[in-house]
């Protein structure tokens, strides 16, 4: 029986465990990625546990989430981090060298080896053949001190591509179309690996945006092989030396299988307010235009950019449409200026902003209200672009271009060509990598480099250990697939602050229920309600922090994210599953309820939680590996590290 490529790579980086699903293994982790908006709390964990240099071959702190610097904060936060970085011996990309997904693919990743990032769309490094997971900070922290990092083993999920993608539909149109079949939980506790002989007719950046978004389904990392199409754009990029041929056995054996004939897909789009939400484009093309956005780490890649000029150059934006352009590195911007393509959409009357997440985090370009927006990000949840009664539907860079010139959706398969337009595949080019945006730690150590510490960074709430008798009041009573924006909103407004937990921690669930921050700290001790899919989304652990800090004890849920809970674990919050899903009604805001010899019960899988003032009693799932068991009654992961040191 053969192997799938991602137990290929895992097993070579085993260090303990047995490679089976569902069993906890450590493996070695050669590569690390943090941003800043998750970094700060990073390198604030990793000054904690005090390494000296990095364990790692190759460790890179990335600016690009919080850049706008409308006050000190971000500033302060970017200079923090740098220092840190000097002093272990972490490279730094300073803000305007571009989105940490598409600089880390494009100058660093390489087939074959680990990346572990503080940041959900890691995964984005799949695209070359690497096994890539987001992870909340404090793992990236000490992967970073260890050179390691504990998971449960995903099944893998086989991805059969066949057929060629036509004109009109894109890489974007493949990931959506895999949403719209396994939805935004569909990839939890899975790999999702792409095989079959479709794979070669997509390129390396075309896999990245795929691999990006497998984030939405869930999934704790998707991969490509690496083949022809992978040693071309390392080519490209001047590293052809990092290039092995990588792929799964001819007779791996999947968990499961989905097909996917390339030759059908249409455009697609994801709808409001669910990357999942997916619907042909034909079936809303009509629809007025307000805004469109193209960018974001899903697709802001070299050809990303080449064809939306394509489509704008000689044409000009609806004059009813706001466009803007975020191209994902200073290295394709230079390029897309010194090929006149920059001109051509600056002239169509494109915006221009800056190399990095931007809009997609809510960083400014907010749409009217009640604005139609179309976005090429991989995120569209309810708030996030900053206005709350817009909608944001997510497209490919085409459908999303041809928008901008239509001023309404425009299905590019029908009516590209009667309006003229023809995409052909961008000219092949090399790239000159520029250096000048990276600060090296040559030269600097712990020693001779002192932590810059501005004043709006403050220590992190930390838990103590779990005692016996847990007590709660339910402080919020919560549906389906509730967010980490949910959780801990992000806008320009929010996220100067994440060094801030104290301060952040005001506007918890604010969107959802304006009223939680306060009830929880009344309530001194509370509980969260959830649904399925509880803490989807972004690797922000703010999503645990904040709740610790307002006192937060338990998560009893339907169903948990990945990262989320783990995040969770590592502040020494218990996320619960209830045995019997009729139990989510009948709990209600202001419920008391007490778990008695916590610390025994959390052996058994299983825990009884009961309500106080009736006694009625709840049966949930505790189901933890040794390690998470530790951490609990430790009361988080610092606190276990430092019982064992
Ligand atoms: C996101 O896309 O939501 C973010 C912002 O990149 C997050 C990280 C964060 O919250 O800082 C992510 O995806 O992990
Ligand atoms: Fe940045 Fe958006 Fe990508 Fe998150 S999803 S890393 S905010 S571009």
């Given at each position: 029986?053969?192997n799938t490529l991602a137990y290929k790579i895992l097993a070579?980086?085993?260090?303990?465990?047995?490679l089976a699903a569902g069993s906890e293994v450590?493996i070695?982790?050669?590569?690390?990625?943090?941003?800043?908006?998750?970094?700060?709390?990073?390198?604030?964990?990793?000054?904690?546990?005090?390494?000296?240099?990095?364990?790692?071959?190759?460790?890179?702190?990335?600016?690009?989430?919080?850049?706008?610097?409308?006050?000190?904060?971000?500033?302060?936060?970017?200079?923090?981090?740098?220092?840190?970085?000097?002093?272990?011996?972490?490279?730094?990309?300073?803000?305007?060298?571009?989105?940490?997904?598409?600089?880390?693919?494009?100058?660093?990743?390489?087939?074959?080896?680990t990346?572990?990032?503080?940041?959900s769309h890691t995964p984005t490094g799949g695209g070359?053949?690497m096994i890539a997971i987001g992870a909340?900070?404090?793992?990236?922290?000490?992967?970073?001190?260890?050179?390691?990092y504990?998971l449960t083993v995903p099944k893998v999920i086989g991805v059969r591509l066949?057929?060629?993608?036509?004109?009109?539909?894109?890489?974007?149109?493949v990931i959506?179309h895999v949403l719209r079949e396994l939805s935004v939980k569909g990839g939890v506790g899975r790999i999702v690996e792409y095989f079959g002989?479709?794979?070669?007719?997509?390129?390396?950046?075309?896999?990245?945006?795929i691999t990006n978004m497998g984030a939405e389904l869930g999934a704790t990392t998707s991969i490509f092989?690496?083949?022809?199409?992978?040693?071309?754009?390392?080519?490209?990029?001047?590293?052809?030396?990092?290039?092995?041929?990588?792929?799964a056995?001819?007779?791996a054996v999947y968990d499961e299988i989905l097909k996917v004939?390339?030759?059908?897909?249409?455009?697609?789009?994801?709808?409001?307010?669910?990357p999942d939400?997916?619907?042909?484009?034909?079936?809303?093309?009509?629809?007025?235009?307000?805004?469109?956005?193209?960018?974001?780490?899903?697709?802001?890649?070299?050809?990303?950019?080449?064809?939306?000029?394509?489509?704008?150059?000689?044409?000009?934006?609806?004059?009813?449409?706001?466009?803007?352009?975020?191209?994902?590195?200073?290295?394709?911007?230079?390029?897309?200026?010194?090929?006149?393509?920059?001109?051509?959409?600056?002239?169509?009357?494109?915006?221009?902003?800056?190399?990095?997440?931007?809009?997609?985090?809510?960083?400014?370009?907010?749409?009217?209200?009640?604005?139609?927006?179309?976005?090429?990000?991989?995120?569209?949840?309810?708030?996030?672009?900053?206005?709350?009664?817009?909608?944001?539907?997510?497209?490919?860079?085409?459908?999303?271009?041809?928008?901008?010139?239509?001023?309404?959706?425009?299905?590019?398969?029908?009516?590209?060509?009667?309006?003229?337009?023809?995409?052909?595949?961008?000219?092949?080019?090399?790239?000159?990598?520029?250096?000048?945006?990276?600060?090296?730690?040559?030269?600097?150590?712990?020693?001779?480099?002192?932590?810059?510490?501005?004043?709006?960074?403050?220590?992190?709430?930390?838990?103590?250990?779990?005692?016996?008798?847990?007590?709660?009041?339910?402080?919020?009573?919560?549906?389906?697939n509730?967010?980490?924006?949910?959780?801990?909103?992000?806008?320009?407004?929010?996220?100067?602050?994440?060094?801030?937990?104290?301060?952040?921690?005001?506007?918890?669930?604010?969107?959802?229920?304006?009223?939680?921050?306060?009830?929880?700290?009344?309530?001194?001790?509370?509980?969260?309600?959830?649904?399925e899919n509880?803490g989807q989304g972004?690797s922000?652990?703010?999503?645990?922090?904040?709740?610790?800090?307002?006192?937060?004890?338990?998560?009893?849920?339907?169903s948990f994210a990945r990262i989320h809970r783990s995040?969770?674990?590592?502040?020494?919050?218990?996320?619960?599953?209830?045995?019997?899903?009729?139990?989510?009604?009948?709990?209600?805001?202001?419920?008391?309820?007490?778990?008695?010899?916590?610390?025994?019960?959390?052996?058994?899988?299983?825990?009884?939680?009961?309500?106080?003032?009736?006694?009625?009693?709840?049966?949930?799932?505790?189901e933890?590996s040794?390690?998470?068991?530790?951490?609990?009654?430790?009361?988080?992961?610092?606190?276990?590290?430092?019982?064992?040191?």
């Open positions: 029986m053969g070579d980086h085993l260090v303990a465990g047995e450590t070695r982790i050669d590569q690390t990625l943090t941003q800043d908006s998750t970094g700060t709390m990073v390198y604030l964990q990793l000054e904690a546990i005090d390494p000296d240099r990095v364990q790692t071959e190759l460790s890179v702190a990335y600016v690009d989430h919080n850049t706008l610097q409308t006050g000190f904060e971000n500033a302060d936060d970017h200079a923090f981090i740098e220092s840190v970085a000097k002093r272990h011996g972490i490279l730094f990309s300073k803000p305007g060298g571009g989105i940490c997904h598409q600089l880390h693919f494009e100058n660093y990743g390489i087939p074959g080896k990346l572990l990032g503080s940041d070359l053949g909340g900070g404090l793992d990236v922290a000490m992967a970073m001190a260890r050179g390691t504990s066949t057929g060629e993608l036509r004109p009109w539909a894109s890489a974007k149109d959506l002989e479709g794979v070669v007719t997509l390129g390396a950046a075309d896999r990245a945006t092989p690496s083949d022809e199409r992978t040693k071309e754009y390392l080519a490209s990029l001047g590293r052809a030396d990092d290039f092995i041929p990588l792929a056995d001819a007779d004939d390339l030759s059908a897909l249409t455009p697609l789009a994801a709808m409001p307010h669910s939400n997916v619907a042909p484009v034909s079936e809303i093309a009509g629809m007025t235009v307000n805004q469109v956005a193209i960018g974001s780490c899903t697709n802001s890649s070299y050809g990303d950019m080449m064809k939306a000029a394509q489509i704008l150059r000689g044409r000009r934006v609806h004059p009813e449409v706001s466009l803007v352009i975020a191209p994902g590195s200073a290295d394709i911007l230079s390029k897309l200026a010194a090929n006149g393509a920059l001109s051509s959409v600056i002239d169509a009357g494109a915006r221009i902003i800056e190399c990095a997440c931007g809009p997609c985090i809510g960083m400014g370009q907010s749409p009217k209200s009640g604005a139609v927006s179309l976005r090429t990000f991989n995120r569209n949840f309810k708030g996030r672009s900053g206005t709350l009664d817009a909608d944001v539907y997510l497209v490919s860079p085409e459908t999303a271009a041809l928008a901008a010139v239509t001023g309404v959706i425009t299905d590019g398969l029908a009516d590209g060509a009667a309006l003229g337009i023809e995409l052909s595949a961008p000219e092949a080019v090399t790239f000159e990598r520029n250096p000048n945006f990276i600060v090296r730690p040559d030269g600097f150590t712990k020693e001779n480099t002192p932590v810059e510490m501005g004043p709006n960074i403050k220590p992190f709430p930390q838990n103590t250990a779990l005692p016996q008798r847990v007590t709660g009041r339910v402080v919020l009573h919560a549906g389906d509730v967010t980490t924006d949910d959780i801990m909103p992000s806008d320009s407004r929010l996220l100067p602050y994440r060094s801030n937990i104290p301060y952040l921690a005001n506007f918890c669930f604010e969107k959802i229920d304006s009223g939680f921050a306060s009830r929880a700290k009344n309530a001194g001790a509370g509980v969260i309600i959830g649904g509880y972004s922000r652990e703010h999503a645990a922090l904040a709740p610790l800090y307002l006192g937060i004890k338990f998560v009893i849920a339907k995040n969770l674990i590592n502040s020494g919050i218990l996320p619960l599953v209830f045995r019997d899903h009729s139990d989510y009604a009948k709990l209600s805001i202001g419920t008391n309820l007490v778990i008695e010899n916590a610390v025994e019960q959390l052996d058994g899988g299983e825990l009884v939680v009961t309500d106080a003032d009736t006694g009625r009693e709840y049966r949930v799932a505790g933890f040794e390690l998470e068991r530790k951490m609990l009654r430790a009361g988080g992961k610092i606190n276990m590290v430092k019982e064992s040191a």
